[in-house]
T-cell receptor
Framework: DAKTTQPPSMDCAEGRAANLPCNHS???????VYWYRQIHSQGPQYIIH???NNETNEMASLIITEDRKSSTLILPHATLRDTAVYYC????????????FGTGTKLQVIP | GAVVSQHPSWVICKSGTSVKIECRSL??????MFWYRQFPKQSLMLMAT?????????EQGVEKDKFLINHASLTLSTLTVTSAHPEDSSFYIC?????????????FGQGTRLTVV
């Protein structure tokens, strides 16, 4: 599995957009970019994923660069409940996934 | 999406005793489940892969005799921490996903907080 690099922490003002970057320069052609988050003392929660096109759902948007070596997760209007550790993971669909977590980004949403 | 549930959510046990944690797939059959451990302010670390009807596969450095995994049915995997010590205190998380279940990498349980006193 490709390795990912994320900043260890970020702050964001409540109501503003939170932009969380991720580098995955060794991603292979059939690997997707996944984002999960973990609120304190809970299991990881799926947010969004993409292959090469930008994606949007009710939780967030995912912007993937054309060379696929990096991506950005965007929370358009951050709330205090978005305070969590955000993990960027690359992996292939199908089969049994042994998910490897990096260090993630601790996002603190400030009132 | 699919639901994975763990029980208990938290447990406190005395040093030297054993503790069993259950991981259930509620609405799908899981031939493979994964167990993770997470220490405070650290990321999730994969401990082992649980395979229904066969022995679990442990990651390097994880003691198989201390962390007993039993995957006796297609909806249940258990992790037993034997002779627990304070250093085993951690947050334990399981996950599962079957082929054809859609795009998510895995479905995670809510985690079990183990405190050994």
């Amino acid at each position: 599995d490709a390795k990912t690099t994320q900043p260890p922490s970020m702050d964001c003002a409540e109501g503003r957009a939170a932009n969380l970057p991720c580098n995955h320069s060794t991603i292979s052609g059939n690997e997707y970019v996944y984002w999960y988050r973990q609120i304190h003392s809970q299991g990881p929660q799926y947010i969004i994923h993409g292959l090469k096109n930008n994606e949007t759902n009710e939780m967030a948007s995912l912007i993937i660069t054309e060379d696929r070596k990096s991506s950005t997760l965007i929370l358009p209007h951050a709330t205090l409940r978005d305070t969590a550790v955000y993990y960027c993971i690359v992996g292939s669909q199908g089969g049994y996934q042994k998910v490897t977590f990096g260090t993630g980004t601790k996002l603190q949403v400030i009132p | 999406g699919a639901v994975v549930s763990q029980h208990p959510s938290w447990v406190i046990c005395k040093s030297g005793t054993s503790v069993k944690i259950e991981c259930r797939s509620l609405d799908f059959q899981a031939t493979t489940m994964f167990w993770y451990r997470q220490f405070p302010k650290q990321s999730l670390m994969l401990m082992a892969t649980s395979n229904e009807g066969s022995k679990a596969t442990y990651e390097q450095g994880v003691e198989k005799d201390k962390f007993l995994i039993n995957h006796a049915s297609l909806t249940l995997s258990t992790l037993t921490v034997t002779s627990a010590h304070p250093e085993d205190s951690s947050f334990y998380i399981c996950s599962a996903r079957e082929p054809g279940q859609g795009p998510q990498l895995a479905f995670f349980g809510q985690g079990t907080r183990l405190t050994v006193v």
